[in-house]
């Protein structure tokens, strides 16, 4: 787990605002968590903007918790079920050909799927600072 840049996603403006918390990453997989309370919309549940950011959130980390820098280029997001406690995201790099690489990631409320995310980054040719 690079210690440094998971610290900077954590500590991240949008991270903080929405209290999201990696608690496990490393290259091609993360698990963030977030509590959905003050998020929700006029009918209670967690707001679907905020069940995609924790989504995107771990996707981001997954793709970019190593050595490759990449970028979002396709994002689809699935709502199977509405959600008030805490959130789980689970990303995982499920395909990669050296250029593209594609990550699911399922957001849970305990054992309970809330939604379905898919996306994919591309590699981008620029050195880390």
Do not use: W
């Amino acid at each position: 787990m690079e210690v440094g840049r998971i610290s900077a996603f954590n500590h991240s403006e949008f991270a903080q605002l929405l209290g999201m918390e990696i608690t496990e990453a490393y290259d091609g997989y993360a698990r963030v968590v977030m509590d959905c309370t003050g998020k929700n919309n006029p009918r209670g549940v967690a707001h679907g903007g905020a069940i995609f950011a924790l989504a995107d959130q771990a996707f981001g980390i997954a793709a970019n918790c190593g050595a490759v820098i990449r970028v979002a280029v396709s994002i689809h997001i699935q709502y199977i079920s509405p959600a008030t406690g805490t959130l789980v995201a689970i990303a995982h790099r499920v395909a990669d050909n050296g250029r593209y690489s594609t990550f699911r990631v399922m957001v849970y409320e305990e054992e309970r799927i809330i939604a379905e995310f898919d996306g994919v980054a591309i590699q981008v040719n620029t050195l880390r600072p």
